[in-house]
Structures are given as structure tokens and as C-alpha cells.
């Protein structure tokens, strides 16, 4: 039986991926977006692994999140994670979509791999 923190993380492995398809379609917005939902649930599934709550919090801020995991951070992903929590609420709403390009894209998915993959490296599954 998977615990309730393999289940998020197994959950984030899926969205990074759709996150690359979303890129290859040239759907970019979206594309980003996926990064936050991969690096969010990401981070709720170590929270519930280390046991800081039974439930992950119900807060979508990357930063704090992080905070709550209680992981040490490190200081260069933070600014990503800002970002990313910028645009995943822009990404909700009808708003104008020219903010979001191929470069831009493809710079958000390289630093969500790298700090997935340092997630990754910190949980039991």
C-alpha cells in the first residue's frame, strides 16, 4: 500500500511529464503552470513523508511550502519557486499570453527538472 506521501510524489512525476509535453506542443502557459503543480506536489509529499502534518497544507506558495518541509532550500531555487507561484495564479485566469514564449518555457522546465530532481534526492520513494 502507497503512503499518502509516495501518492503525491507519484502524482508530481506525472505532471513534470505533462509539463514536457505541454512544451513539445508548444503550449507554453500551460507548460509552466505543470511546473508549479509538479514542484507543489513535490513538496506536499515530502512534508507528508517527514511527518510534519498529517494532511499537506492547502497552500499553493512554493516558498512556504518549502519552509514547511523544512528541507533547506537552497537559496538559488527560491527565486524560481517565487516565480513559479507568481504564474500559477496568472496561469488560472483569463489574462494576456503573450508573457509566456518558448524561451521562457524552456528555461522554467530546465530549473524545474534541476530542482525536482534535488526533491527527489530527499524523499524515501
Known amino acids: 500500500m502507497e503512503l499518502p506521501g509516495e501518492l503525491w510524489l507519484a502524482q508530481a512525476d506525472y505532471d513534470l511529464s505533462v509539463a514536457q509535453l505541454l512544451y513539445q506542443q508548444e503550449v507554453y502557459r500551460y507548460c509552466v503552470f505543470f511546473c508549479h503543480l509538479a514542484l507543489e506536489k513535490a513538496l506536499k509529499g515530502i512534508v507528508l513523508e517527514h511527518g510534519a502534518t498529517s494532511r499537506p497544507p492547502r497552500i499553493h506558495n512554493l516558498n512556504r511550502l518549502a519552509r514547511i518541509a523544512s528541507i533547506g532550500m537552497p537559496s538559488g531555487y527560491t527565486e524560481?519557486?517565487?516565480?513559479?507561484?507568481?504564474?500559477?495564479?496568472?496561469?488560472?485566469?483569463?489574462?494576456?499570453?503573450?508573457?509566456?514564449?518558448?524561451?521562457?518555457?524552456?528555461?522554467?522546465?530546465?530549473?524545474?527538472?534541476?530542482?525536482?530532481?534535488?526533491?527527489?534526492?530527499?524523499?524515501?520513494?
Open 80 to 125: 524560481l519557486l517565487s516565480y513559479l507561484s507568481a504564474q500559477s495564479v496568472s496561469a488560472r485566469y483569463p489574462n494576456d499570453l503573450s508573457g509566456y514564449n518558448a524561451d521562457i518555457a524552456y528555461d522554467v522546465l530546465l530549473q524545474t527538472n534541476e530542482v525536482y530532481e534535488w526533491l527527489r534526492a530527499r524523499t524515501a520513494s
